[in-house]
């Protein structure tokens, strides 16, 4: 076990543990995701539960001794101390797309939790932070598309165009299909693990791509075999294809790029 960095002699803050970081995003993305779908459909703010997981999460990168940290252990913190920390995180170029969201969820939270509307008043969600920009960039000379913070110009946009052209795998199409999902922020440092962790498979055509993420060969053999078993035409009953790759797309990210299908893990 690592020690979280404690505060300096100067009082500066501690350094951000993205590994720390990153570790305790994939082990509580899943609930997270769950208690913020939840709050989605039912248009209200995330339960105090959801909002202590993603303060642990956050905290996680900065050491137990910060305010996320006591956050998720007491349920209670002073929101400006909380969102110096949390900006800090959102600002950062490695964090995830889905990290931001998070923050986002978590930020309007805390706006709630200390403004409550009055009794019968319409709830209105505060405006979120800027998402990532479309942006195309011209990466060993030809022009490329990346989604990019809002913020970043001039040396840090040269620097990230740099950064991509020094990657070996900017030339492979799985890559750069990846690159176009919405929430990959092309100018993070982690890009190739990134990639290496959410990278499923490329599949030639749609038909391959549903057999290799789906049942689909089990269900037909299963299919026939009830038909048999009832005296009914092989084609009397057939899979609807389209609710199944409908599935696909609620489970996988899927980039179609020149015939060829690309999935990543969401």
Known sequence: MTCPEELSSN???????????????????????????????EQREITDETAALIAHVLGRGLGRDSNLAEFARSHSGDPEALGVEYLRIYAHSSTPGRVRDWIDWFGTYLIAKTAPPEVGAEVVRPPQRPRLRTDELMVRGEGLLVHLPPTLTGPDLQLAVERLESLPMIEWPAFRAFLTLADVDGSATNLPECFEEFYVGHYEDEEAMLYALSPLSDWETELGQWTAENGLPADAVEINRAIVLQQAHDVYDIVERNGVFYVFNK
């Open 11 to 41: 009082n500066q803050p501690p350094a951000l543990d993205l590994e720390r970081l990153g570790n305790s995003y994939r082990r509580f993305d899943e609930a997270i995701t769950a208690g913020i779908e939840a709050a989605r459909a």
